[in-house]
């Protein structure tokens, strides 16, 4: 979780934190990275982008990339799926780490096709950067989550909330939220650094 329930509790000025209110906490997160296309929490990543003629970018799927462990060209994968890859060399390639884009340098190419390039890293903040809250997008983020969790967790009190469904573990239930100006841009800074 990016608030941890000392955050939820000082922030709603609550004892402690009850079952609903971490019902609308997992939904109100869940919603703010499927709206912002980030996980936020660092996580490795194995994927095999689909790679178009002529591209010579690839986005990673979270950012800040921190490690990037594999880069390759997938050569052949035999009956038993192990892979013959051939990496990338450091100056082939440019890794914007803060943006998660790898880009081609002059001469490198990307082979176009399916699960031609094989990538392996590691995306997002960690732990004690989440905890510690000082870079901007974590600020933000907590901010957006503590401003829709607060008016979600009044509106479920007095039964007024307007819900449709969502997921979060074993419960599905999808909540609306109507976001204000101010919530508004900050989604637009999370998602949009990239371009």
């Known amino acids: 979780m990016i608030l941890s329930e000392t955050e939820i509790k000082t922030y709603l000025s609550l004892a402690a934190v009850d079952t609903k209110l971490s019902e609308i906490a997992g939904s109100v997160e869940a919603w703010v990275k499927a709206e912002t296309c980030r996980n ?4 490795e990543y194995t994927i095999y982008p ?3 003629p002529g591209q010579d970018e690839i986005i990673f799927p979270d950012r800040p990339v921190t490690e990037l462990s594999v880069f390759s060209k997938v050569l052949s994968r ?3 799926g192990i892979e013959t890859l051939e990496a990338y060399n450091l100056g082939e390639y440019y890794l ?3 943006v998660g884009i790898i880009s081609m340098l002059y001469g490198a190419w ?3 096709g ?3 390039v094989k990538l392996i890293g590691k995306a997002g903040f960690t732990a004690a950067e989440i905890t510690a809250g000082v870079l901007e997008d974590i600020r933000n983020v907590k901010y957006l989550i503590k401003t829709l969790l607060s008016r979600e967790y009044a509106l479920a009190k007095e039964e007024k909330r307007h819900v449709s469904s969502i997921s979060y573990g074993e419960e599905s239930t999808t909540y609306r939220f109507a976001l204000d ?3 508004k841009s900050l989604i637009y800074k999370l998602q949009g650094k990239r371009f």
């Open 110 to 112: 990307l082979p176009p």
């Open 50 to 52: 689909d790679i178009c």
């Open 96 to 98: 914007d780490g803060e």
């Open 181 to 183: 100006s101010f919530q």
């Open 114 to 116: 399916r699960h031609e």
């Open 40 to 43: 936020f929490e660092e996580k």
């Open 78 to 80: 035999d009956s038993e």
